[in-house]
């Protein structure tokens, strides 16, 4: 398959695996990944030549100088000598002890094959090592080790694997040689990182002080940064790339740029753009992991020596050592810190094994085995290539799946399981609050909300502002922005509750629509009666509120994807669009019917709604006061769109949307700030949404400069 035919594919095959995430929830994306990458290797033949060179320089380096950029310094400071151990000695541990046991265990394999393969086993993935972590509840000096320590270790790992793959193509392996080629390669690639790092940087404050501050020459510079950094380290000096590139992205971390005062925008792009290509860049590395398995598998299964059912044992026993090894280490660490400090809590074998669960194996592992060559020094094959790939790709899998089973049953409480190609949502965080009040009282005792609880809250000051300026002229207005905030509101407060507390919610949306839905077929059917409008539209109408009904009877008895039901929905609507375009006779008037008979409807539901909640054996306060105005703001939108003879023109219409949503972008302000003062959200909450605001903001700005520009 061509590049750029290629390229595409895995981008869109990426989007396809956290589309699916959504709904399968229980599987990682990154298995889901793999699982795709299989199929097209499967389904249509797909094949990634891979070189070592280009592979690491695309992937490699600028993953891990993000790594870097995101390391959280204040917190990990006071850990730095056991983080560098856990990233240093454990993997050291990892390489020598894992490599010799596997070789044991696994005779097939060499020793100093084996020891590449521990090697690279031994990097874990941050993202999905603290995502992990945080969920289950370690204690909070584990939680910052294994966290500080598997943004570290891929160096090491890499380093490791590097000198124990060279031993096993050339065949030769002088310790003294080794450890000062190792001192070399690391100390030169640590100054050359920071070395780089630092003229850049001072590159950029020249360029800054010279006028030249355009944001997207600044952030393209960002991005080249890492290609450029490990190219020369790795061709210039020899070094290592990896140490070099971790190097700088822990200094330009660690510096006090002045891009935060003179361009705060340019900070907040350069992050969206990392995280745009961390998450295509890690997902594409599982899907090639999914379309290499069959390449791995077909060698091992049609292989003579090695029995199919023998591997994945293989692959069982490798991963075990692995785990047992990391337990190990979380266990003595635990002990020793306890010895150190009486106060600690006594080491527990339950968080050693959580923690050891925790070291998931993920891209570093994979980019760095597919690097493995074909042949050794000598011409002949490498040793058991095939069960070496076989293996790797079968830990990582295993510990996805090992990390998303049992951690969930063995954690008290446990957080969605992200890796670093997942699509990260800051939106799902753990509950610490009760459901937010409609009015949140001063008078109360002030509690901890989340951020979408918040969101909820400045949104109904916003609908509420919105209410308030509401008049004759800008009706239409006024119901299309309420209706927008009603369906955010409707949104978060699905996503923010349990199932327990969502269900009764639910049940109250669907006995208020049916009441209305029945209300409308009533006047519908009056108006048939009175002969004031065509039958046809009258037919046309009544399909709607059957179709309408029996979506709200599929999603309470067979709930199905929604994307479905939406195309559903638009191929009827579709349909029904060409029925009354073919239909004999003024396809205007039958048009104007329609609205008039929406019209008509929509009162008579509002109507429907109001004589159901007086009846004496119906209790108002039962139903959810948000799900009756979110109806009702249903319908009156409905009426003022089908209004005949809308006078108003588009740019007028445009200007009172503008107009009210900056009046109730200040009213959203105002809720933030008395969040903040009464202590109900954090500051960092409070920098999110406002945030937000000011991308609404922004967004109402443009939109006016473009509209000015024509």
Aim: hydrophobic fraction near 50%; include cysteine.
């Amino acid at each position: 398959m061509p590049l750029i035919e290629l390229v595409i594919l895995l981008a869109c095959l990426v989007l396809l695996s956290n589309v699916l995430s959504h709904y399968l929830v229980a599987i990682p994306v990154s298995l889901i990944q793999v699982g795709l990458g299989l199929g097209v290797a499967l389904l249509l033949n797909v094949r990634v030549e891979l070189q070592t060179d280009w592979f690491m320089l695309a992937f490699i380096a600028p993953m891990l100088y993000n790594d870097g950029r995101q390391f959280p310094k204040q917190e990990l400071w006071e850990l730095r000598g056991a983080i560098f151990a856990n990233a240093i000695v454990l993997v050291f541990i990892t390489t020598i002890l894992g490599g010799f046991l596997i070789h044991v265990l696994i005779p097939t394999i060499p020793l100093a094959v084996s020891i590449a393969l521990a090697a690279i086993l031994s990097p874990t993935d941050p993202v999905a090592v603290q995502s992990i972590s945080e969920g289950v509840k370690l204690p909070k000096e584990i939680l910052h080790l294994v966290s500080g320590e598997s943004l570290i270790n891929d160096a090491s790992g890499l380093i490791g694997f590097k000198y124990a793959l060279a031993a096993a193509v050339t065949g030769t392996f002088v310790l003294g040689r080794a450890v000062g080629d190792f001192f070399y390669i690391s100390l030169v690639g640590l100054a050359v990182g920071l070395a780089l790092m630092t003229i850049i940087q001072l590159i950029r404050d020249v360029l800054r002080r010279e006028g030249i501050n355009d944001m997207v020459f600044n952030v393209v510079l960002q991005i080249m940064t890492p290609f450029a950094i490990y190219f020369i380290a790795e061709e210039w000096f020899h070094a290592s790339g990896v140490v070099a590139v971790v190097a700088a992205g822990v200094l330009g971390h660690i510096q006090n740029s002045h891009e935060i005062e003179d361009a705060p925008e340019l900070r907040l792009v350069t992050e969206k753009v990392w995280n745009i290509i961390v998450y295509l860049l890690n997902g594409i590395i599982f899907l090639i992991l999914g379309i290499e398995l069959p390449l791995a598998t077909k060698a091992t299964i049609e292989g003579s020596h090695t029995n199919t059912l023998h591997a994945l044992f293989d692959v069982l026993i490798v991963w075990g050592i692995l785990l047992l090894i990391r337990v190990a280490w979380t266990y003595g660490y635990m002990l020793m810190m306890r010895l150190r400090d009486r106060t600690k809590s006594k080491p527990s074998l339950r968080t050693a094994t959580l923690s050891g669960l925790s070291g998931v194996r993920g891209a570093i592992t994979m980019a760095g085995v597919f690097t493995i060559p074909t042949v050794i020094a000598t011409g002949d094959a490498f040793p058991e290539r095939a069960l070496v790939l076989f293996i790797a790709a079968g830990v990582i899998v295993v510990s996805l799946i090992a990390a998303a089973g049992i951690l969930p049953f063995m954690a008290a409480k446990s957080l969605p399981f992200v890796t670093r190609g997942s699509s990260l949502d800051e939106d799902d965080a753990v509950i610490v609050g009760d459901s937010i009040d409609d009015e949140l009282a001063d008078d109360e005792t002030p509690q901890k909300i989340t951020y979408k609880q918040a969101r909820i809250y400045v949104l109904r000051l916003a609908v509420q502002n919105i209410e308030e300026h509401r008049r004759p002229a800008n009706q239409r207005a006024a119901y299309d922005l309420i209706l927008d905030q009603q369906f955010q509101i409707r949104r978060l407060e699905v996503a923010s509750q349990t199932e327990d507390e969502l269900q009764p919610m639910l049940t109250d949306e669907m006995q208020l629509r049916l009441v209305a839905l029945a209300g409308e077929r009533q006047a519908v059917k009056a108006m048939l009666a009175d002969h004031d409008v065509s039958k046809l539209s009258i037919q046309a109408y009544l399909r709607r509120i059957d179709r309408r009904e029996q979506r709200l009877s599929q999603a309470a008895h067979k709930p199905g994807l929604p994307t479905l039901r939406s195309l559903r929905l638009m191929f009827s609507r579709g349909m029904q669009g060409l029925r009354m375009w073919l239909a004999p006779g003024d396809s205007d008037r039958l048009r104007a019917e329609q609205l008039t008979i929406q019209r008509v409807a929509s009162k008579a539901a509002i109507k429907a709604l109001s004589q159901y909640l007086k009846q004496a054996n119906v209790n108002e306060q039962q139903f959810d006061r948000q799900a009756l105005y979110h109806l009702i703001v249903h319908y009156r939108n409905r009426i003022e769109s089908a209004k005949p003879g809308h006078s108003l023109s588009r740019d007028d219409y445009e200007r009172q949307v503008q107009a009210l949503r900056i009046k109730s972008l200040g009213a959203e302000r105002a809720g933030v700030q008395h969040l903040v003062e009464s202590g109900q959200i954090s500051l960092r909450t409070a920098a999110r949404l406002r945030q937000f605001i000011n991308y609404s903001e922004n967004l109402i700005m443009i939109n006016d400069g473009e509209s000015d520009e024509e």
